[in-house]
């Protein structure tokens, strides 16, 4: 088969799924239908201001990048020293050979540019005040490419009694999933964060809840003690009602680990991190709840 041949057989695939994805998301009532539902109207969603995007021929080549720790590590660094930055200044996580390869592909889809001073980078795009907004932009993506969800991200509301952001709000076949994005590792988040989630999760009550660290590092030790010290803080009976669990009941533990890193809390709510594959774990809890185990 010739270049143009195929080129054209993955533009005919690429149209039929999107007719397929169409025609799902038509069989079930539309994100915004399903937050009317709940009384939630969109505020804001998506703020531009402080994400990190290449112009549309590079998104799919960006989007595969992603998927890889060691590049958005990376990309953390690039953040950091945005103004002006050396290959060495962005190798703490991969060998200089990656890092310089990462560094040329950032070139290459134009993210960032060259210094005045030999041998040095600059975002083209600044100030980037950190890599958090992009995250988001990132899972709402995995969401849609992976998974056939309608996704947004960067969400408000007018809400009298519960405020912030939402990070990710995607509509899976029928039912409504909220994902909370960290970016930062497990020793910068704080027990206020934890209460915070749990007052969204509650007042939107989506069908699955997902909260997600980008970290490989180990949410046993911090994170799942501060679960388990909001619930027993929380006046039971909404939490009970909503989790389908018993706070105040020790015959099993109340969050029980799924694998590895990821663990869940009845069969509504789940806290993962970027172990081995982001799309492999919301696979993995997509699954759970599908088959209510």
Known sequence: MH???????????RAEIGRLRKSLREL???????????GFRVYKKEPPDDLLLPARQFMDAYYAHLNKYSFRLFLRDVIKHQELFAVKDVTRYSTQEVTENYTTFLLKIRLVEKADKAGTFRLRKRPIMSFGTSLEWFLSEVLKREFAAEALWGIKFKRPMVGGDYDVIA???GSLLYMEVKSSPPKQVY??????????????????TVFFMDTELRMKDKIVPMFEEEMQARPSGALASYLGVNPTAREKP?????????FQIGNKLFIINAKDSIVGNIEKVLGRYLRKT
């Open 3 to 13: 270049e143009d041949e195929t080129q054209d057989e993955i533009r005919a695939l």
């Open 28 to 38: 079930t009532p539309a994100l915004a239908t399903l937050l009317r539902r709940r």
């Open 171 to 173: 509509k899976i076949d």
């Open 191 to 208: 027990t206020k964060e934890i209460s915070a989630f749990f007052d969204r999760m509650l007042d939107l009550a989506p069908e699955v």
């Open 254 to 262: 109340l969050i029980e680990r799924i694998e590895k890193e990821l």
